[in-house]
């Protein structure tokens, strides 16, 4: 028989151990799927890119997400790629309209026992900073997010616009039979005003299908793609092929600029980049193909 003094240094052992367990799960990384780029790019400025496991394809940015594995896109994500990287911890964005993916595969990943934690996101300045400090916040890294945050700042404050603002036309193309042209409201209008541009064109929010005639009527003095649109189109020859283009003043003088997309539009930690990218090519006014 066991005496009360053993018995007790049995419970004691077998609470020990639980604590012990419980714990090391707790101190355990988490294994993070990101599904969406920008909060990507917050992690790893956080310092938290090791326990990244998986990303989507928005997830471009720092290149050593190349590596990572891929997931799809998260409008298109499958709930089977993703849990079979055995991830604890799936992260992403909402904004005010809803889940950036689909309600049912957040349900699938809880379903699954895996923590989840999306993040509200908007398109400005304010929005930028706050998602980074909400991240920030949730991974118990506020000295770092707050030093993201100055950067961003600090970034912004060397921006110099234009001395006169030009029109600026953003054509989102994949390939010459699928072109839409970016309205108000959108991450792209708000990144033009930022730099000391003007949308060349107003009256609508979200994008809208580019036509010939819509497009000499906002007559652009700058034309902006993402470098994989300009590319779909074949060059600046195939944008000049586009009908319209060749009558505006940005085809005329091949005012053209392209940029990386999720840079352009992700409004990220690097938005003061992106804006200060977009101010020098408005100043050049000058062709950036390469």
């Not at 090791?50 to 709930?79: C, F, L, W």
């Not at 060349?200 to 470098?227: H, M, Q, R, Y």
């Amino acid at each position: 028989m066991i005496n009360r003094q053993t018995a007790n240094l049995l419970v004691v052992i077998t609470a020990l151990t639980i604590w012990c367990q419980q714990a090391w799960a707790q101190a355990k990384p988490d294994r993070i799927v990101s599904l969406n780029g920008t909060v990507t790019e917050i992690l790893c400025g956080l310092g938290l890119q090791t326990q990244i496991v998986g990303v989507d394809v928005t997830s471009t940015y720092p290149a050593a997400m190349e590596k990572v594995a891929k997931v799809g896109h998260n409008r298109n994500i499958g709930a089977e790629a993703v849990l079979a990287l055995q991830p604890t911890l799936i992260v992403g964005t909402k904004s005010a309209t809803g889940m950036d993916i689909k309600p049912e595969l957040i349900r699938q990943f809880q379903q699954a026992g895996v923590k989840t934690l999306f993040f509200e996101q908007t398109h400005s300045v304010a929005g930028a900073k706050k998602l980074i400090q909400d991240v920030g916040a949730a991974f118990r890294k506020p000295g770092p997010a707050a030093a993201l945050v100055r950067k961003l700042d600090a970034d912004l404050a060397r921006v110099q616009k234009p001395a006169k603002a030009k029109k600026v036309l953003f054509i989102y193309a994949r390939g010459a039979g699928n072109m839409m042209v970016a309205g108000e409201h959108t991450p792209v209008d708000q990144l033009i005003t930022l730099a000391g541009g003007q949308n060349a064109v107003s009256g609508f929010d979200s994008f809208k299908p580019l036509t010939a005639e819509a497009l000499v009527s906002a007559n652009p003095d700058v034309i902006l793609l993402f470098s994989s649109g300009l590319e779909s189109l074949g060059g600046m020859s195939g944008l000049l092929n586009v009908p319209g283009v060749a009558q505006t003043n940005a085809g005329r003088n091949k005012a053209v600029i392209e940029m990386d997309g999720q840079l352009m539009t992700g409004f990220s930690p690097r938005l003061g980049l992106a804006v200060q990218e977009l101010s020098r090519k408005l100043n050049d006014s000058v062709l950036t193909v390469h």
